[in-house]
T-cell receptor
Framework: DGGITQSPKYLFRKEGQNVTLSCEQNLNHDAMYWYRQDPGQGLRLIYYSQIVNDFQKGDIAEGYSVSREKKESFPLTVTSAQKNPTAFYLC???????????????FGPGTRLTVL | AQRVTQPEKLLSVFKGAPVELKCNYSYSGSPELFWYVQYSRQRLQLLLRHISRESIKGFTADLNKGETSFHLKKPFAQEEDSAMYYCALSERSGNTPLVFGKGTRLSVIA
């Protein structure tokens, strides 16, 4: 059940520390996404990237940063500026056909981040 | 801006009873609608999309543009249907990612 992997599964962070969540895909997908999943809030988009070296802010980008140096990798850094970082983080990828349509998204298993 | 509303946070039904998970959307253009499902300890995965007009695991969903709805239905619920269900919308001609609803947890009682 590879395709898109996230690591680690569980992550603990002290307040004031930055932490980076890994997301890798071997599906040759162009587009990648980061979501935050909180009970009763659904999935909220943090950042997305349609192509290498380019990314856009989602609905809740404040306190987060990303990079897309390689097609298969889209790491997310949760900075100390994020006021409520404890959450379940999901990464996803999709084929971006001709830059105009976002196709079915495939999701990773998620990383649960807890701030102590 | 497009928006997806799932009015029920939790829906409990008895095994064998019909199920309807509601989804309403607001979008002025031509949308593409999806239902995603997350079973316990499994990844979020696509259940069905309106454009394919197929039935998956007994579930169907019809896009009603007049009522701007995309309700998910199944005539006879099974215990294995218990999961979190998310409705999502995509702009067909736009350049933005999926917009998800807040989700409905379906609990099928034996």
């Amino acid at each position: 059940d590879g395709g898109i992997t996230q690591s680690p599964k569980y992550l603990f962070r002290k307040e004031g520390q930055n932490v980076t969540l890994s997301c890798e895909q071997n599906l040759n997908h162009d587009a990648m996404y980061w979501y935050r999943q909180d009970p009763g809030q659904g999935l909220r988009l943090i950042y997305y990237s349609q192509i290498v070296n380019d990314f856009q802010k989602g609905d809740i980008a404040e306190g987060y940063s990303v990079s897309r140096e390689k097609k298969e990798s889209f790491p997310l850094t949760v900075t100390s500026a994020q006021k409520n970082p404890t959450a379940f983080y999901l990464c996803a990828s999709s084929i971006d056909r001709e830059g105009r349509e976002f196709d079915e998204q495939f999701f990773g298993p998620g990383t649960r981040l807890t701030v102590l | 801006a497009q928006r997806v509303t799932q009015p029920e946070k939790l829906l409990s039904v008895f095994k064998g009873a019909p199920v309807e998970l509601k989804c309403n959307y607001s979008y002025s253009g031509s949308p593409e609608l999806f239902w995603y499902v997350q079973y316990s300890r499994q990844r979020l995965q696509l259940l069905l999309r309106h454009i394919s007009r197929e039935s998956i695991k007994g579930f169907t969903a019809d896009l009603n543009k007049g009522e701007t709805s995309f309700h998910l239905k199944k005539p006879f619920a099974q215990e294995e249907d218990s999961a979190m269900y998310y409705c999502a919308l995509s702009e067909r001609s736009g350049n933005t990612p999926l917009v998800f609803g807040k989700g409905t947890r379906l609990s099928v009682i034996a």
